[in-house]
């Protein structure tokens, strides 16, 4: 039904004042306007809309549709006004992450918390996957925000906030290694078993291309594609892995690991990201996670500066 919404006020004014002459005088316009404009609705729709009674205009059965209709216009339009009102106020909406398995522990502890505890309207759908699949979700639109370790250009890609977070061997205090101060080198670490991501992950493909640069070959006894299994692995004092050190922040916090460098610039210059994709429109919830996520990327600059 096509019916400009203008004819239909007319049409609900004259029912609630009760004779063209009132609504007239109402709306400010000629009678002969508002009479008009009834005539054009009975027109679109094929049926009368009014007819008299003692106590003035009344509608027809096709009248009490139209009203019933407009009423219901009138209810739908109040809701989304509030909705939208409160969306702008930031009251509701819904924001969908796609992020490395090593960044959910300190992302649920810090900015996620602050942002729910100040948003708690807005809904979070947090996934975790692969280099690969936070880029394709991004892309895909899947995910508003994505964060990744290891860089992987991307044309479609705009890259929001980085901060440098070198990758760092972790191991169990009992580990050999472990009582090596100074950065330890990669063909030291080619020495002792690994646990590392399986072929194909970001970080598996920095360490390998870190390995191959200096010649050198790892010696990987155990892969996954499981953070957990990867942290439980290096608790072991024969086995060690190859994580930025936020990753296992709370087993280094704990004392149940602890993180050395490593002798390699590609380790050292390797970063985390927060990216979206190029010429999404984002809405006004995401660009206020967009700034605490990049509040708490700074501070990991900030904790690793201060030694923990």
Partial sequence: MDIPHQRLVYFQVTIEAGSVRQAAARLDIAPSAVSRQLSLIEEALGAPLLERSRQGVVPTSVGEMLLDYCRKRAALDDNFSEALDAYQRLETGHLSLTVGEGFVGDLLDTPLRTFTERYSGVRLDVDTGSTSDIIEAVVEDEAHIGLMYHERLHPQLRFWHSSRQPLVALMSPAHPLAAIENELSLAALSEHSMALW???????????????????????????????????????????????????????????????????????QAHAHIITRVGRRMPKAGLQLLRHLERWMRAFNSRRGTGH
């Fill in 198 to 268: 399986r072929t194909g992950h970001g970080v598996r493909q920095l360490v390998d291309e870190g390995f191959r640069e200096a010649g050198l070959g790892q010696h990987v006894t155990m892969q996954t594609n499981s953070l957990s299994v990867l942290l439980h692995a290096a608790r072991s004092e024969l086995t060690l892995t190859l994580l930025p050190a936020f990753a296992a922040a709370r087993e280094l916090e704990d004392g149940a690991l602890v993180a050395r460098a490593v002798d390699c610039e590609r380790f050292r």
